[in-house]
Nanobody, 116 residues
């Protein structure tokens, strides 16, 4: 089992920045990748960014150049640095992890609200 706990959400003005953290615990040795997804009211959950165990990253087109995903292996934590935030980035942001057997784990989510 893997447990994920997000933090760092909040209210920010358009153009501002936030950094989300996802602390992982449990059986982490078989994790293939971790990532961030988001869900806005009335919309489907969408992928924001992923980072593999080897450090390769992938981003949704809507956040490329503004968001950066990174990891601190010593702390078992994945971060999402979000810059130049827009009102359309408003959503609940979820951390997830997938292992080599394709089991997927999710955090409880953290709210990000960007005011115009």
């Amino acid at each position: 089992q893997v447990q994920l706990v997000e933090s760092g959400g909040g209210l920010v003005q358009a153009g501002g920045s936030l950094r989300l953290s996802c602390a992982a615990s449990g059986r982490l040795s078989n994790i293939l990748y971790m990532g961030w997804n988001r869900q806005a009211p009335g919309k489907q959950r969408e992928l924001v960014a992923t980072i593999t165990s080897g450090g390769s990253t992938n981003y949704a087109d809507s956040v490329k150049g503004r968001f950066t995903i990174s990891r601190d292996n010593a702390k078992n934590t994945v971060y999402l640095q979000m810059n130049s935030l827009k009102p359309e980035d408003t959503a609940v942001y979820y951390c997830n992890a997938k292992n080599i057997w394709m089991a997927e784990y999710w955090g409880q989510g953290t709210q990000v609200t960007v005011s115009s």
